[in-house]
């Protein structure tokens, strides 16, 4: 079953209340990192931040299933994902192995289509998901993200 979680921030979740905007700004600081936002100025990665939702998997979690919808594009926060597809003998082949700040899923941004590729965690692993509905309103209303 694909795993295309989303979940709003409680403050138990992320730093307590008073933390949320350290929270932010470290996520704030790693987005500046990741290669499709790095010409971004404060403002604009501080928006990104406040959409993005930190999400934590353990070892072998499918986080989605290649044909499955695409829903938004992850980022590696922490941990290692692999990106697989079935062969025909519906065996999972390996297409790359995602370290921190890659992003995957990137396309879902673009399209929202179906899935090329599947996601699995190959450790325990945090990721930063942008839900596609969430980026569209934020780049709507800021046409410079």
């Given at each position: 079953m694909p795993i295309e979680i989303y979940r709003k921030l409680r403050p138990k979740d992320f730093d307590q209340v008073i933390g949320q905007d350290r929270a932010v700004k470290v996520l704030e600081g790693f987005l500046k990192k990741v290669t499709i936002f790095k010409d971004l100025?404060?403002?604009?990665?501080?928006?990104l931040a406040r959409i993005a939702?930190?999400?934590?998997?353990?070892?072998?979690?499918?986080?989605?299933?290649e044909a499955s919808r695409a829903l938004g594009l992850y980022i590696?926060?922490?941990?290692?994902?692999?990106?697989?597809?079935?062969?025909?003998?519906?065996r999972e082949v390996m297409l790359s192995m995602m370290k921190r700040g890659d992003v995957f899923g990137e396309v879902a941004l673009v399209d929202g289509g179906l899935r090329s590729a599947g996601a699995v965690t190959d450790t325990a692993a945090e990721l930063i998901w942008i839900r596609t509905k969430d980026f569209n309103r934020l780049s709507?209303?800021?046409?410079?993200?």
């Open positions: 100025n404060r403002a604009e990665l501080a928006k939702v930190r999400e934590k998997f353990s070892a072998e979690r499918r986080i989605f299933r590696v926060y922490r941990g290692f994902v692999r990106i697989v597809i079935g062969d025909n003998a519906g709507h209303r800021y046409p410079q993200i």
